[in-house]
């Protein structure tokens, strides 16, 4: 029996048996005026709980759908969704903030927690297996120890997972 349907018979019993003290209270020791009342209303339930519990196969998740996409980068449909749901974006710019980093030539970059989150919305990363993620919040600093405000690219392989290429801009 699985979980679910265990945990199922179980509610039922509990509305059962809330049911049955409400009626005793409503109905005082009648059994048979609370018999009248509560045998409609029980089969009410499990009439309803039958129509609720019918099984049908589940069908493979379709090309594009979020399952699929979480997994595989490929079966996105859109460069949004695969911002947004593919699993594999944290090690992205988890990589780009650590690529960043080494850009640094005058001493410590600046680059918030949650870093990369700007891409080029219409790149076809699915396609390609290539997105570029942007950062305008960084800071490093300059040759004379000021925090100066630089934009990141990053040019990301989806399929190798690796970094191809980190620039900082200052316009």
Same mark, same amino acid.
């Given at each position: ?52 519990? #019918?099984?049908?196969?589940? @069908? ?6 979020? &399952?699929?996409?979480? +997994?595989?980068? !490929? ?34 970059? #600046?680059?918030?927690?949650? @870093? ?6 219409? &790149?076809?990363?699915? +396609?390609?297996? !290539? ?41």
């Amino acid at each position: 029996m699985a979980a679910s349907t265990f945990f199922f018979i179980l509610f039922i019993a509990l509305i059962g048996t809330l049911l049955s003290g409400v009626a005793f209270l409503i109905f005082g020791r009648s059994p048979l005026r609370a018999a009248k009342w509560l045998v409609p209303l029980g089969l009410m339930v499990l009439v309803g709980a039958g129509w609720k519990h #019918d099984a049908r196969p589940v @069908a493979a998740p379709p090309h594009g759908s979020d &399952e699929a996409c979480r +997994k595989d980068y !490929k079966s996105c449909a859109s460069q949004e969704q695969l911002v947004d749901i593919y699993e594999g974006m944290t090690q992205a710019q988890t990589s780009c903030k650590r690529a960043a980093r080494k850009l640094a030539r005058f001493g410590d970059a #600046d680059i918030p927690f949650f @870093a990369f989150g700007t891409y080029f919305p219409y &790149e076809g990363s699915a +396609k390609s297996g !290539k997105i570029s993620l942007i950062e305008e919040d960084a800071r490093f600093q300059n040759v004379y120890g000021a925090m100066q405000r630089v934009k990141l690219k990053c040019y990301y392989d989806l399929e190798t997972r690796e970094v191809v290429e980190v620039t900082a801009s200052t316009d």
